[in-house]
């Protein structure tokens, strides 16, 4: 149980398009996803808390124009980036929330998607 | 407000060594600590937790304690293998504003040689 999937696994875009990221959650419903970003060897950077049926909150430094991020169900979210560049090129990872009691504190993490940016 | 520190790597160990890696924390309240591990070009697959002081948690003969005199939940294997390699995370999560998000640690590298 509480599977995470990310589709795709691996994109390569030009300069100046825009890719979209889905997040699903398999088997539970999730209020609750996050979003966030890995650099080569580095941790990860939280990006944005996306939550079902409202606007997500961004950390500070996050260009919300530029990472686009829609929960429009209880079981899907999506990063979109927007006009990318070779410098959003990196690894974005999602996480699901089973929103039931006693799971609240604990994430479930997507597979990942490598964007790379020509 | 809240910090994981994790010792820097990369660790590189021989087959059937002994492995510690160290996470101490800094957070309000009561946490819940976690490790996960990556496996190269992969996203994060649970190891194992803990939710409350003194538990001790397990997974795959890795173990970790939850320290709060210590602030501390060092992960420890008693032997390593080759498919061990793959960067290790400590992390925290609490209530904080309301949301439970994560604090990772930087991360470390396990290598481990035949």
């Known amino acids: 149980g509480a599977v995470v999937s990310q589709h795709p696994s691996r994109v390569i875009c030009k300069s100046g398009t825009s890719v979209k990221i889905e997040c699903r959650s398999l088997d539970f419903q999730a209020t609750t996803m996050f979003w966030y970003r890995q650099f080569p060897k580095q941790s990860l950077m939280l990006m944005a808390t996306?939550?079902?049926?409202?606007?997500?909150?961004?950390e500070q430094g996050v260009e919300k124009d530029k990472f686009l991020i829609n929960h429009a169900s209880l079981t899907l979210s999506t990063l979109t980036v927007t006009s990318a560049h070779p410098e959003d090129s990196s690894f974005y990872i999602c996480s699901a929330r089973e929103e039931k009691a006693g799971r609240l504190n604990e994430q479930f993490f997507g597979p990942g998607t490598r964007l790379t940016v020509l | 407000g809240n910090s994981v520190t994790q010792m820097e790597g990369p660790v590189t160990l021989s087959e059937e060594a002994f492995l510690t890696i160290n996470c101490t924390y800094t957070a309000t309240g009561y946490p819940s600590l976690f490790w996960y591990v990556q496996y190269p070009g992969e996203g994060l697959q649970l190891l194992l937790k803990a939710t409350k002081a003194d538990d001790k948690g397990s997974n795959k003969g890795f173990e970790a304690t939850y320290r709060k005199e210590t602030t501390s939940f060092h992960l420890e294997k008693g032997s390593v293998q080759v498919s061990d390699s793959a960067v290790y995370f400590c992390?925290?999560?609490?209530?904080?504003?309301?949301?439970?998000?994560?604090?990772f640690g930087t991360g470390t590298r396990l290598k481990v040689l035949a």
């Open positions: 992390a925290l999560t609490s209530r904080g504003s309301g949301t439970y998000k994560y604090i």
């Open positions: 996306s939550n079902e049926g409202s606007k997500a909150t961004y």
